[in-house]
């Protein structure tokens, strides 16, 4: 039975872990501390001292847009699910009473109606897209994998996997402009990783891209640059781990964090 020894110091099976990831809350609040992610590797990347609070206190900060894509793939990807994860409450505005005493009662994301419309609209689309249903069929979506990325833990979730091909739902408001997007919000990083996770070819991994204004559909590959750019990141992302956390005591990373800055020239 393989292990894997977490950043914490604890050791599992992968098998354990990868069915335990099943559950969103377990994925995203345990696995969020103890193994890297493409979002994680990003903060890094970022700001070593937004990473160590992220990862000490959590965030609660998710965009309209990322809760809107969140609702998406739920409804494209697992609608058995869709009920048991989602609570629909029937206001107008986030801000309502009803919708506050709604969410404070309940462990599903909440949403508005006009949400759920918006969703609906997307997803319609996708569903009578032949390209997306071909991609979608006999595929596993939501697939988790944990596995060993240059000595450190890593986690992902496939959106569908379908034998050694892999494919990851994105939404945009500018399909034209998907490939300035991927790179500035590090899609490398995740083509990387999930390519190392599943053990899938670059070649076989493909961004399925939904255009949430135009509704129009875009499929876009990943080049070996682009997969290579990726796996620099992570390399760097890891050796900003390794400088700033590795090893160190509570004290010695405050103390480290506190020294850090950044410099320019103007």
Known sequence: ???????????????????????????????????????????????????????????????????????????????????EQFQVVDVASKNTKAYKEAKANTTKHCLTRTEESQADRVVDALLKNDAFIQRLYGSTPEEPAIGEIMGYPFRGKADILAGDKLYDLKTTTDL???????????????????????????????????DKSSLDLGIYKVSEEFYEQGRLKVEEALDMYTSFFAGKTQEEIQDSINDYYITGLL
């Open 176 to 210: 034209r402009a998907f490939p300035y997007s991927a790179k500035k919000y590090g899609y490398d990083i995740q083509a990387y990783i999930y390519c190392t996770l599943f053990n899938v070819h670059y070649d076989d991994f493909e961004f399925v891209v939904i």
């Open 1 to 83: 039975m393989k292990t894997i020894k977490l950043l914490d110091g604890s050791e599992a099976s992968i098998d354990f872990l990868k069915e335990k990831a099943r559950d969103d809350e377990y994925y995203y609040n345990y696995l969020g501390k103890v193994a890297f992610s493409s979002t994680i590797v990003k903060t890094l990347l970022n700001s070593p001292k937004q990473y160590y609070y992220l990862t000490k206190y959590g965030s609660s900060n998710e965009t309209s847009s990322l809760a809107l894509g969140k609702i998406i793939h739920a409804k494209a990807l697992t609608p058995e699910l869709y009920e």
